[in-house]
Nanobody, 113 residues
Framework: QVQLVESGGGSVQPGGSLRLSCVAS????????MGWYRQAPGKQRELVAG???????NYADSVKGRFTISRDNAKNTVYLQMNSLKPEDTAVYYC???????WGQGTQVTVSS
């Protein structure tokens, strides 16, 4: 059974950095596109960044130049490096495994002074 386990969330001041990790159990991870989504209170869940099995990436306009998505297939892990964080980045961040439309449990990111 596939599981997604996220970590790395927390509280940071504006301008700070965090790195989120999502570990996927099972071999299906290696052939699936992965994504990071976020949902702020009162807002719809939105795509932050995606990465294909081959490593091609795409980003929401609001995070381009600040966030970087990457994957390490040897570790079944996808990362989201978040730099220059802003208060509007505050949300619950979710890992997504595209092939079977599976979500992680979410990890809270709070950006506040």
């Amino acid at each position: 059974q596939v599981q997604l386990v996220e970590s790395g969330g927390g509280s940071v001041q504006p301008g700070g950095s965090l790195r989120l990790s999502c570990v996927a159990s099972g071999s299906i991870y290696r052939i699936s596109a992965m994504g990071w989504y976020r949902q702020a209170p009162g807002k719809q869940r939105e795509l932050v960044a995606g990465i294909t099995s081959g490593g091609s990436t795409n980003y929401a306009d609001s995070v381009k130049g600040r966030f970087t998505i990457s994957r390490d297939n040897a570790k079944n892990t996808v990362y989201l490096q978040m730099n220059s964080l802003k208060p509007e980045d505050t949300a619950v961040y979710y890992c997504y495994l595209d092939l079977i439309r599976m979500w992680g449990q979410g990890t809270q990111v709070t950006v506040s002074s």
